[in-house]
C-alpha cells in the first residue's frame, strides 16, 4: 500500500493518539528499514529500544516461527517450557530469584507496584503503601503508571490518579530521604531516565539510596524496561552502577521485538504473591517467551554485549566531539547505546532532516534527541550518523 494511502486510512480508521513520522514501514533487514516505495533508513531508534537484535534476526524468526508452529497459547491454568526456561535465565544471570511475565513495561511496572504494596501490607499492615517516584520519570501508562510517571502531561485529564505517591528530583538524596517516611513501602527509579531525556543516575547517589532502603526495609525498585537487555552493554544496567534493587522490571527489549514484559524480584518480596493475587490470560505466553529465549541465547552466547559496549563507547566519543565542534550541542549524555544529546534548538526539526537523509532518530521532550539503535550497530553506521549530524548542524550554524 502506498505511503500516503496508508496515512489517509490511518486518520480515517485509528484513535489519533500519536504524533507519527511521515514514513511508513514496510519491512526491515538488519539495522535498516524500508518504505513501501523501497527507501532505505538507517535505524537509531530500533522500535524504540526495542529491536536489540535488529530486523529480521536469524535466531529469532527461527525460534518464533518454531513455536508458532508447536504451540502459540495456552493461559497460565498449565505450565509451559518456555515461560520456565526464560525465567530460569532471566534468573541465573540477575539479583533475582522470581519472574512474573507480563506483556509490556505499563504491566511489568503495575506488577512491582503491586508486588511492593502487597509485600509492605503484609509484614507491616494497612497504611505503609506509599510510592516515591522521581520526577522526570516514565514508568507507563496506564492507572497506576502515569500517577508513577513524575510528568504532568500524562497525568493531565485522568485525575483522580492513585494515592499515595510522591515525586523527588532525581539524583537528589536530601530530597528523597525527605520524602521516605513510615508510610512509605518502595521507591521506584529508571537507572537511566529513557523519556525523561537520557539522564544517568549517579553511582554515589544509588548507592545512598540502597543504604537508605536497606536501613528502613522500603523496596528499591528499578525500571529497566529501557535500559534492560544489553542496552547499556551488560545485560542489565544496575549492574554498571554498583547496586542490586529488590524488585526489577523488563519488557522493550527483551523479546526483541514480541510483546513481552517481566517483573523480577528477590524471594523474600517474591513471596508476597500467592495463587491468585496477581495474574495476566497472555503473560509469558509460549511464543513471547521462546522469542525472549532466543534473544537471552544471542545476548549472552554471543559476542553482543561486548560488541554493544566498545559501540556505545564510540558513540559517546564522537558525540562528545560533535559538541565541541557545534555550538548548538549543550550536553552528551548516555550510558552504552542509550545516548542522548540536549540542544540548543528544536529536537524535531534534526528528526526531521535525518529522516530526509534516510536515517531515523528520534527525539525526546523538546531540545533532546535519544538514540537507542540495535545493539548490532557498526562503527561506519554510527559515523554515518554523526557526519549527519554535522552537516545539519552546520547548515544551522550558517
Ligand atoms: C517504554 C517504557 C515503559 C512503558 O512500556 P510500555 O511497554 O510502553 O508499557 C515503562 N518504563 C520505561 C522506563 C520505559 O522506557
Same mark, same amino acid.
Given at each position: 500500500?502506498?505511503? %500516503?494511502?496508508?496515512?489517509?486510512?490511518?486518520?480515517?480508521?485509528?484513535?489519533?493518539?500519536?504524533?507519527?513520522?511521515?514514513?511508513?514501514?514496510?519491512?526491515?533487514?538488519?539495522?535498516?528499514?524500508?518504505?513501501?516505495?523501497?527507501?532505505?533508513?538507517?535505524?537509531?531508534?530500533?522500535?524504540?529500544?526495542?529491536?536489540?537484535?535488529?530486523?529480521?534476526?536469524?535466531?529469532?524468526?527461527?525460534?518464533?516461527?518454531?513455536?508458532?508452529?508447536?504451540?502459540?497459547?495456552?493461559?497460565?491454568?498449565?505450565?509451559?517450557?518456555?515461560?520456565?526456561?526464560?525465567?530460569?535465565?532471566?534468573?541465573?544471570?540477575?539479583?533475582?530469584?522470581?519472574?512474573?511475565?507480563?506483556?509490556?513495561?505499563?504491566?511489568?511496572?503495575?506488577?512491582?507496584?503491586?508486588?511492593?504494596?502487597?509485600?509492605?501490607?503484609?509484614?507491616?499492615?494497612?497504611?505503609?503503601?506509599?510510592?516515591?517516584?522521581?520526577?522526570?520519570?516514565?514508568?507507563?501508562?496506564?492507572?497506576?503508571?502515569?500517577?508513577?510517571?513524575?510528568?504532568?502531561?500524562?497525568?493531565?485529564?485522568? %485525575?483522580?490518579?492513585?494515592?499515595?505517591?510522591?515525586?523527588?528530583?532525581?539524583?537528589?538524596?536530601?530530597?528523597?530521604?525527605?520524602?521516605?517516611?513510615?508510610?512509605?513501602?518502595?521507591?521506584?527509579?529508571?537507572?537511566?531516565?529513557? %523519556?525523561?531525556?537520557?539522564?544517568?543516575?549517579?553511582?554515589?547517589?544509588?548507592?545512598?539510596?540502597?543504604?537508605?532502603?536497606?536501613?528502613?526495609?522500603?523496596?528499591?525498585?528499578?525500571?529497566?524496561?529501557?535500559?534492560?537487555?544489553?542496552?547499556?552493554?551488560?545485560?542489565?544496567?544496575?549492574?554498571?552502577?554498583?547496586?542490586?534493587?529488590?524488585?526489577?522490571?523488563?519488557?522493550?527489549?527483551?523479546?526483541?521485538?514480541?510483546?513481552?514484559?517481566?517483573?523480577?524480584?528477590?524471594?523474600?518480596?517474591?513471596?508476597?504473591?500467592?495463587?491468585?493475587?496477581?495474574?495476566?490470560?497472555?503473560?509469558?505466553?509460549?511464543?513471547?517467551?521462546?522469542?525472549?529465549?532466543?534473544?537471552?541465547?544471542?545476548?549472552?552466547?554471543?559476542?553482543?554485549?561486548?560488541?554493544?559496549?566498545?559501540?556505545?563507547?564510540?558513540?559517546?566519543?564522537?558525540?562528545?566531539?560533535?559538541?565541541?565542534?557545534?555550538?548548538?550541542?549543550?550536553?552528551?549524555?548516555?550510558?552504552?547505546?542509550?545516548?542522548?544529546?540536549?540542544?540548543?534548538? %528544536?529536537?524535531?526539526?534534526?528528526?526531521?532532516?535525518?529522516?530526509?537523509?534516510?536515517?531515523?532518530?528520534?527525539?525526546?521532550?523538546?531540545?533532546?534527541?535519544?538514540?537507542?539503535?540495535?545493539?548490532?550497530?557498526?562503527?561506519?553506521?554510527?559515523?554515518?550518523?554523526?557526519?549527519?549530524?554535522?552537516?545539519?548542524?552546520?547548515?544551522?550554524?550558517?
Amino acid at each position: 500500500m502506498p505511503t %500516503e494511502e496508508l496515512k489517509q486510512d490511518a486518520a480515517r480508521y485509528l484513535m489519533q493518539t500519536y504524533t507519527r513520522q511521515p514514513l511508513a514501514i514496510a519491512r526491515g533487514r538488519g539495522t535498516k528499514v524500508y518504505d513501501f516505495e523501497g527507501r532505505e533508513y538507517l535505524d537509531f531508534v530500533g522500535g524504540i529500544a526495542v529491536n536489540i537484535l535488529g530486523h529480521g534476526h536469524p535466531d529469532l524468526i527461527q525460534a518464533i516461527q518454531r513455536q508458532a508452529a508447536q504451540l502459540i497459547h495456552t493461559s497460565n491454568l498449565y505450565y509451559t517450557e518456555p515461560q520456565v526456561k526464560l525465567a530460569q535465565v532471566l534468573v541465573d544471570h540477575s539479583f533475582a530469584d522470581k519472574v512474573f511475565f507480563c506483556n509490556s513495561g505499563a504491566e511489568a511496572n503495575e506488577a512491582a507496584i503491586k508486588l511492593a504494596r502487597r509485600y509492605s501490607h503484609d509484614k507491616y499492615g494497612a497504611g505503609r503503601h506509599e510510592i516515591v517516584t522521581m520526577k522526570n520519570s516514565f514508568h507507563g501508562r496506564t492507572m497506576a503508571t502515569i500517577t508513577a510517571t513524575g510528568q504532568e502531561k500524562v497525568q493531565k485529564g485522568y %485525575e483522580p490518579l492513585l494515592p499515595g505517591f510522591h515525586y523527588v528530583a532525581f539524583n537528589n538524596v536530601e530530597e528523597l530521604e525527605q520524602a521516605v517516611t513510615d508510610k512509605t513501602a518502595a521507591i521506584l527509579l529508571e537507572p537511566i531516565q529513557g %523519556e525523561g531525556g537520557v539522564h544517568v543516575a549517579d553511582r554515589e547517589y544509588l548507592k545512598q539510596v540502597r543504604a537508605l532502603c536497606t536501613k528502613k526495609d522500603v523496596l528499591l525498585m528499578f525500571d529497566e524496561v529501557q535500559t534492560g537487555m544489553g542496552r547499556t552493554g551488560t545485560l542489565f544496567a544496575y549492574e554498571q552502577l554498583g547496586v542490586q534493587p529488590d524488585i526489577m522490571t523488563l519488557a522493550k527489549g527483551l523479546g526483541g521485538g514480541m510483546p513481552i514484559g517481566a517483573c523480577l524480584a528477590i524471594d523474600s518480596v517474591a513471596q508476597a504473591f500467592s495463587p491468585g493475587s496477581h495474574a495476566s490470560t497472555f503473560g509469558g505466553n509460549p511464543l513471547a517467551c521462546a522469542a525472549g529465549l532466543a534473544v537471552c541465547r544471542v545476548l549472552l552466547e554471543g559476542q553482543v554485549l561486548d560488541h554493544a559496549r566498545r559501540m556505545g563507547e564510540h558513540f559517546a566519543k564522537g558525540l562528545s566531539d560533535c559538541q565541541e565542534r557545534h555550538r548548538v550541542v549543550r550536553e552528551v549524555r548516555g550510558l552504552g547505546l542509550l545516548q542522548g544529546i540536549e540542544l540548543d534548538m %528544536e529536537g524535531k526539526v534534526v528528526v526531521a532532516e535525518c529522516l530526509a537523509r534516510g536515517i531515523l532518530i528520534n527525539g525526546t521532550g523538546e531540545h533532546v534527541l535519544r538514540f537507542v539503535p540495535p545493539l548490532i550497530i557498526t562503527e561506519i553506521e554510527i559515523d554515518r550518523l554523526l557526519d549527519t549530524l554535522a552537516q545539519i548542524f552546520s547548515k544551522q550554524a550558517a
